[in-house]
């Protein structure tokens, strides 16, 4: 059986990581007034800062139609028997649902979509995952039950400067927002249940990034040995000098850097920073 993989763009797997393992991708897009970008082909993330610093107007972000995914799924079909296609949680878009739908109506191709209750590049390390066992010749059912096992193990936080963009785009609840705009804190965030919800409330952002980092050192310390993603909206250095401290101390554990990229990032707003790992 020839297996395909795909993602979704909200993976913001690297162009270079997509064609080295040969992953395929379907964009969501995020939309300014009349003007519709999918993201990762029509805008770069640091177009859309740019933008997003520049609009008086938070942007939408919408999922790929029912018509796009058909037509990717009917070209995969040409090559391939069957495709794993793994897509951000559920709980805060519709995309992994639509793929499902649009799955049981294209013939020729066996869908398998993936939840990954998740997003970023966390959701990116399924993809990845995924494709370098379909290249090693395993079955749709084995590469889904290795998903699971690492969804068992994934852990990811992220926290923000500001909660109103999470609030405003109906990802956060109006409570937890006025809340923490109220006392002026830096809630660390995560998924629960396919979610984004507030895992603890910090008082400033130094000290929000230690505690995610102390919760890192906390697996590391268990002698797990993980792989590791430091993430950020448009402040690559900040990235880059938690990266670096991190691998000072750990240089054995793999590490990357990437993006919150158009879609999340309008969500989440300019500055936010994320740190996601499993357990290899």
């Known amino acids: ?14 162009k270079e990581d997509r064609e080295k393992y040969g992953i395929h991708m379907v964009p969501l897009s995020v ?16 177009e859309f800062y740019q933008k997003l610093a520049s609009e008086k107007d938070l942007p939408s972000t919408s999922q ?30 519709g995309t992994y649902q639509t793929m499902v739908s649009t799955g049981e109506m294209v013939e020729g191709i066996d869908v398998y979509a993936y939840d990954s209750e998740i997003s ?29 096992e690492m969804k ?19 990802r ?11 006392l002026q804190v830096k809630p660390i965030l995560h998924f629960e249940n396919k979610l984004i919800v507030p895992f603890e409330k910090i008082r400033t952002k130094k ?16 002698g797990k040995n993980l792989r590791v993603v430091f993430i950020h909206a448009n402040n690559l250095a900040y990235a880059e000098k938690l990266e670096a401290e991190f691998k000072q101390k ?9 993006y919150f990229g158009p879609v999340i990032g309008t969500h989440l707003g300019e500055g936010a920073i994320g740190v996601g790992w499993y357990e290899k």
């Open 120 to 148: 970023c590049m966390v959701q990116g390390f399924y993809a990845i995952e995924a494709a370098k066992m379909a290249a090693d010749g395993q079955s749709p059912e084995a590469i889904l039950t290795r998903l699971d």
């Open 207 to 222: 000290k929000a990034i230690s505690r995610i980092l102390g919760l890192l050192e906390d697996d590391v310390t268990a």
């Open 172 to 182: 956060l609840s109006n409570a937890q927002a006025i809340l923490g705009s109220l």
């Open 250 to 258: 750990h240089p054995e554990m793999e590490t990357s850097i990437s």
């Open 64 to 93: 790929p139609s029912i018509g796009e995914i058909t037509k990717k799924l009917e070209e995969l079909a040409e090559d391939y028997d069957a495709v794993i296609s793994v897509h951000l949680s559920s709980g805060i878009s």
């Open 1 to 14: 059986m020839k297996i395909a993989v795909m993602s979704d763009s909200t993976a913001y797997i690297s």
């Open 152 to 170: 068992k193990t994934v852990r990811a936080y992220f926290m923000v400067d500001d909660l109103a963009n999470l609030q405003r785009g109906g």
């Open 31 to 46: 939309n300014f007034n009349e003007a519709s970008y999918r993201e990762e082909l029509d805008i770069t993330t640091e």
